[in-house]
């Protein structure tokens, strides 16, 4: 994010119109053929995509398979969007950790499978809002990260939760620079980490998750620039203080620890006032906490969102 501005993507890396494939048509050729559904992908039929509870409008047609998995920020596979793709292939994903910590009733060391077994994983298409002015539409698979923090029951004092993810040398060939601080890490308020709309992913395209988008697990949080969604977790941490985080440990005058898709407030860099679509040739306005006001905006109400940013 440090490194390349939005008007550096060359124009081979948008995805042309033609490329989309659409979700609808899609889902419904796959009942008309008698192939399992899951009951997101149901409803998604029974009642048309655009209109699922505000998760996206009409002209968010889900974004070619092809482009998520190739168009990826992740620095520890290299800092070029095409890097991840390539070097994230050999990720070793089992046996896979998740330390829960800090703040908690039932603090544990859990095996990934144990840690999502309980969870039905539902499919939600998300508008996703990269702080670099482009965006996509990703149909992700996974769980409330609500559900998870009820089970391991935070303190009276936890007020926030820090995600720290995967430093591995040995598999990461970034992390044996000094790009970042490393491990890459997150935070949210408990209050935004409990909101429903924030899931813990396994998987894009009712499948798993490639290395290059966050697997094993990865978390989503729609309302947000993408950088909050920090990928392959090993520990989720409750605490009381609000956690130091990569972006704003780096640049704390460009990435702030809230973080809220904000039109209003542009980067240093460059205006947040629009952005592109990936596949699309014209630009779009972006919309205030990327199009999901009317769900979260009241998280913040009585903060200046121009100050937390
Ligand atoms: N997580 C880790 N561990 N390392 C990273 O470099 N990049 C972030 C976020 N999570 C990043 C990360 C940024 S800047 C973005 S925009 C999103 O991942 C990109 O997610 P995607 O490649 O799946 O679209």
Redesign the pocket.
């Given at each position: 994010?440090l490194i390349r501005r939005p008007a550096d993507i060359p124009s081979q890396e948008i995805t042309s119109e033609g490329q989309y494939q659409s979700r609808r048509a899609f889902l419904a050729s796959l009942g008309a053929l008698g192939l399992a559904l899951t009951p997101g992908e149901q409803r998604a039929i029974a009642h048309g995509i655009a209109r699922e509870a505000g998760v996206h409008a009409d002209d968010d047609k889900p974004t070619p398979y092809e482009t998520?998995t190739t168009?990826?920020?992740?620095?520890?596979f290299g800092t070029d969007k095409d890097e991840?793709a390539a070097n994230a292939k050999a990720l070793k994903l089992r046996p896979w950790k998740v330390r829960i910590d800090g703040e908690v009733a039932k603090p544990a060391d859990y095996d990934l499978d144990d840690l999502v077994k309980p969870y039905k994983q539902e499919e939600r298409i998300y508008r996703?809002r990269?702080?670099?002015a482009w965006s996509?539409v990703?149909p992700w698979l996974g769980f409330p990260l609500k559900d998870l923090i009820d089970r391991v029951q935070p303190t009276s004092r936890a007020k926030y939760v820090e995600f720290t993810?995967?430093n591995d040398p040995q598999q990461m060939p970034g992390v044996r620079r000094p790009v970042?601080p490393w491990p890459?890490t997150?935070g949210l308020r408990l209050d935004e980490a409990r909101h429903p709309l924030t899931i813990l992913a396994t998987g894009i395209y009712g499948k798993p998750l490639l290395g290059?988008?966050?697997a094993p697990l990865?978390l989503v949080v729609p309302w947000k620039?993408?950088?909050?969604?920090?990928?392959?977790l090993v520990r989720i941490r409750f605490t009381e203080q609000m956690p130091k985080t990569t972006?704003a440990e780096v640049a704390p005058d460009e990435y702030g620890f809230f973080a809220n898709v904000n039109p209003a407030v542009d980067h240093p860099r460059w205006s947040q006032a629009r952005e592109r679509r990936i596949g699309e040739f014209f630009k779009r306005p972006t919309l205030p906490f990327n199009g999901y006001a009317d769900q979260v905006a009241s998280l913040y109400a009585g903060m200046d969102l121009r100050r937390n940013f």
């Open positions: 994010m998520v168009y990826n920020n992740y620095y520890e991840p996703m990269c702080v670099e996509m990703i993810t995967l970042l890459y997150e290059q988008n966050g990865r620039y993408g950088f909050k969604g920090g990928k392959s972006w």
